[in-house]
């Protein structure tokens, strides 16, 4: 017989196991042959790991080994119908990581529709309303709009409005009463574990209350809704529970939202030029510190005119191509730039400026970006933008590779104290007049100082008598003015300081004003401090994550021959890779093989017809592990 019909004669030898099922198992073929991993008894292949027929409920039983590649290296393919993930997420650019948090607010959305009860109302309800499009950061649970409407979140009309509040709040465990106030109507949601449950509804004019037990010390999903029918318009929501004596806001430190799926950078806004005045937050996808407002200021942010505002922006940026990149940042007027927590420009004043930033080395992946503009007068705009680099050169931070997440690096909190305070006159020169206006900062345990902002408004006689320090929780102090200026009036200071760094941020901070000498006094009118933090709270990024894929049917038994993946683990993280295989769709009962080379590891004895991988990532909760693709071959 020669070569060619010798193959020939296996290939119809082969083909005739297909024709021989009868419906339960496959008969032997000439010559009793069987595919690999079968034995032929008594005329039927017999597989031979499970001792048996190859039988089933009338499905076609494997045939000969299947061959090929599984891989996954798109959203679709890592979000094939079946796959699990626990604190992980698929991101759309197609690779598979731990979940991401906007740690201190909850998710805000509109709509411009309203609802007239809030026990009538749901949550399937408000969610189907149109919506505007734009997303904001709720930090405070106790807001009054007036007349006026919610800021940062797309609303132009005064009345007839929803505002959608989710994410997740810390609660120690125990039994809480929650207190909520809703001026014209709402509603409140927790979820303890067995799903959502109403907890409060409220009209006005009342204040309505509800239980809530919290079984365990942890994340609660919370989400509630407030619709404005005419009128003013507020939101007061309180809770009492373990730790919490009497019904309180809840702090922003003990408020987080996932924020992974979204994209843009958060934006701080402050209606005075150097983080001065009220704030309002909202999510920047369109022109994230890439915009020229020419002679006026931005809009949805309660900037009250167009000069003498400030703007913060704050996510992370994701680089794709590891190598040494310069940012250019062009302001009118101040400006300060961060990355990874360093401050890159420190140009906080009102003049305009165009720096480039040193060189930095940056890994592919997510990078913190925080980004201060401040405008004094005249004309504004703030627009970074990629000086040098190996992708990007010459364009601005594209939006689609930005989102709101706050790292740890640089993290702020704003206070103020807008209460008259009498600047007493010195009564003799021995003896000195002060006065301290005091603000408390609830910073995370554990959180360092990493600059401080001050502004400071106050009237007095004759300005050269005065000393202003500013004393931080530690009792250290610093000098702001030392007795300089030779006239009265109103004035209006600013500081930006660095010499309180690696303080506690957290506690009492005074600023004291001290007259030195007879014959003049004054009045403190406004303290704000906004104290810039690092290495503490809670984490933005999951420190533990998994993902399992959907079971892959090869279609035939087959061994594993190699695995291979593609994994960014910067410092801090990692990302194991799993592997297992199964005789049936079902998977639960076999055992994980874990795998150690992603460059291409070769597994022992993982065979069978049905596939599965999985991923346990773990993080410092500051740096982003992620897994870009995973290549499964299989075959006899």
């Known amino acids: 017989m020669s070569r060619f019909a010798a193959l020939l004669s296996l290939a119809l030898a082969a083909c005739s196991f297909h024709a021989d099922y009868d419906g339960t198992h496959y008969k032997c073929g000439a010559g009793d042959v069987c595919p690999d991993g079968f034995s032929c008894v008594a005329g039927a292949c017999v597989l031979a790991a499970e001792g048996g027929p190859d039988a089933g409920s009338g499905d076609p039983p494997d045939g000969a080994p299947a061959s090929g590649t599984w891989t996954s290296d798109s959203a679709q393919d890592f979000g094939a119908g079946g796959y699990v993930a626990n604190a992980s997420v698929i991101d759309p650019r197609g690779s598979i990581e731990p979940v991401a948090y906007y740690t201190g607010g909850l998710l805000e959305s509109a709509s411009p529709m309203s609802f007239s009860s809030g026990a009538g109302a749901d949550w399937a309800q408000v969610s189907a309303f149109p919506s505007t499009g734009a997303r904001s950061l709720a930090r405070n649970t106790d807001v009054g709009w007036g007349s006026g409407v919610p800021a940062g979140v797309g609303l132009t009309t005064s009345d007839n409005w929803t505002l959608r509040v989710e994410g997740e709040i810390w609660l120690d465990a125990g039994d809480w009463s929650f207190y909520a106030y809703f001026d014209d109507h709402g509603f409140l949601d927790l979820d303890g574990g067995g799903g959502w ?111 003498d505002w400030s703007l913060r922006w704050v996510g992370q940026w994701r680089v794709e191509t590891a190598g040494t990149y310069a940012l250019r940042y062009s302001s009118d007027d101040g400006q300060r730039l961060w990355l990874d927590g360093t401050r890159l420009t420190n140009a906080w004043d009102q003049n305009s400026h165009e720096l480039v930033t040193a060189p930095v080395q940056l890994d592919a992946g997510w ?32 939006p689609d590779r930005l989102r709101p997440i706050e790292g740890r690096g640089e993290r702020h909190e704003h206070v103020a104290n807008h209460n008259d305070i009498a600047i007493p006159d010195a009564p003799s020169a021995s003896v000195d007049g002060i006065a301290d206006s005091t603000v408390g900062v609830g910073a995370p ?192």
Request: glycine fraction near 12%; aromatic fraction near 8%; proline fraction near 6%.
């Open 197 to 307: 449950k109403r907890v409060v509804s409220a009209d006005f004019p009342n204040e309505a209350s509800g239980p809530f037990h919290a079984s365990a010390s942890g994340w609660y999903p919370i989400r509630w809704a407030v619709s404005d029918t005419g009128g003013n318009a507020s939101m007061r929501v309180r809770y009492q529970g373990p730790g919490v004596s009497q019904p309180s806001s809840i702090s922003h430190n003990k408020m987080r939202a996932r924020v992974d799926g979204l994209t843009g950078l958060a934006e701080f806004a402050f209606d005075g030029d150097r983080f001065d005045g009220d704030r309002a937050i909202t999510i920047d996808a369109v022109s994230p510190a890439n915009d020229d407002w020419a002679g006026g200021a931005p809009k949805d942010l309660e900037i009250t005119g167009t000069d």
């Open 445 to 636: 345990a554990g959180a360092i100082v990493h600059g401080v902002d001050v502004g400071i408004r106050y009237d007095h006689e004759w300005q050269g008598d005065l000393v202003i320090t500013l004393i931080a929780p530690s009792g250290k102090t610093v000098t702001l003015r030392d007795q300089t200026g030779n006239q009265g009036g109103s004035f209006r200071d600013h500081y930006y300081r660095t010499d309180l760094d690696g303080e506690a941020a957290s506690g009492t901070w005074t600023v004291r004003f001290t007259d030195i000498d007879p014959g003049a006094a004054g009045t403190i009118r406004d303290v704000e401090l906004t104290v810039h933090t690092q290495g503490a709270g809670d984490p933005p990024i999951a420190p533990t994550a998994h993902f399992e894929s959907a079971v892959r049917d090869l279609g035939a038994t087959a061994s594993v021959t190699r695995v291979a993946w593609d994994a960014r683990t910067p410092l801090g993280t990692t990302a194991i890779v799993s592997v297992r295989a199964c005789a049936s769709p079902d998977c639960a009962q076999s055992s994980w093989v874990l795998l150690g080379d992603p460059s291409g590891t070769v597994p022992s004895n993982v065979k069978g017809r049905y596939v599965q991988y999985a991923v346990d990532f773990t993080s410092d909760g500051d740096h982003v592990p992620s897994v870009e693709s995973i290549s499964i071959d299989y075959g006899p």
């Open 367 to 398: 990078h913190d970006v925080v980004i201060d503009h401040s405008e004094t007068g005249g004309s504004a705009h703030a627009i970074v933008t990629i000086d040098s680099g190996p992708e990007g050169a010459g364009a601005a931070l594209p």
